[in-house]
């Protein structure tokens, strides 16, 4: 298996500019999550999919970001307008769905690397 | 709501003195209690998951221990490319199941 597929793995833009982040997750995984990590907050969970459906994004910062997993296969992360407090690497990680008889490790993907000027 | 806290956040090692890394939680109802290592430039890497009190796991050098408050992660003569940020996360029996992850140990072994 080729693992989570991030695209792209760089982006640089400029404030206020529209950025969508890409992600393929793990054939057959049901659950999937967006997460950011900076050095001052570390890692955190964004946003979280089972079966296509956001199940919780109460870790989405504000109204600028949002979230689509129109299939099996591809979810998107975007953010609209960008800051350039919203630089940070962003993770997908996708997993066997989630229920009370977990636990079901999660497996990432390689991260998209956001610096918005 | 259910908490991870790692220690020490940084750890220099020379190749060949072993060691332990902390992981110290609170949850209601474990779930599961995970191990990633994180290398500079790539996502989490699955190392290891524990369900219950008293279990252990190995890889090569890593020796993985549970609790019912906290983890260790032992590391038995280690060498220059184990170097890296190892994470914990764990997940709880109630709410939304989702993993709580720690801030992690960055940990540098000198050859």
């Known amino acids: 298996d080729a693992g989570v597929i991030q695209s792209p793995r760089h982006e640089v833009t400029e404030m206020g500019q529209e950025v969508t982040l890409r992600c393929k997750p793990i054939s057959g995984h049901n659950s999937l999550f967006w997460y950011r990590q900076t050095m001052m907050r570390g890692l955190e969970l964004l946003i979280y999919f089972n079966n296509n459906v956001p199940i919780d994004d109460s870790g989405m910062p504000e109204d600028r970001f949002s979230a689509k997993m129109p299939n099996a296969s591809f979810s998107t992360l975007k953010i609209q307008p960008s800051e350039p407090r919203d630089s940070a690497v962003y993770f997908c990680?996708?997993?066997?769905?989630?229920?009370?008889?977990?636990?079901?490790?999660?497996?990432f993907g390689p991260g998209t690397r956001l610096t918005v000027t | 709501e259910d908490q991870v806290t790692q220690s020490p956040e940084a750890l220099r090692l020379q190749e060949g003195e072993s060691s332990s890394l902390n992981c110290s939680y609170t949850?209601?109802?474990?779930?599961?209690l995970f191990w990633y290592r994180q290398d500079p430039g790539k996502g989490p890497e699955f190392l290891f998951t524990?369900?219950?009190a008293g279990e252990e796991k190995e890889k090569e050098r890593l020796k993985a221990t549970l609790t019912k408050k906290e983890s260790f992660l032992h590391i038995t003569a280690p060498k220059p490319e184990d170097s890296a940020t190892y994470l914990c996360a764990v997940r709880g029996g109630r709410g939304s199941y989702i993993p709580t992850f720690g801030r992690g140990t960055s940990l540098i072994v000198h050859p």
């Open positions: 990680a996708s997993s066997r769905r989630i229920n009370d008889r977990g636990p079901y490790e999660q497996y």
């Open positions: 524990l369900y219950s």
């Open positions: 949850v209601s109802g474990l779930r599961g």
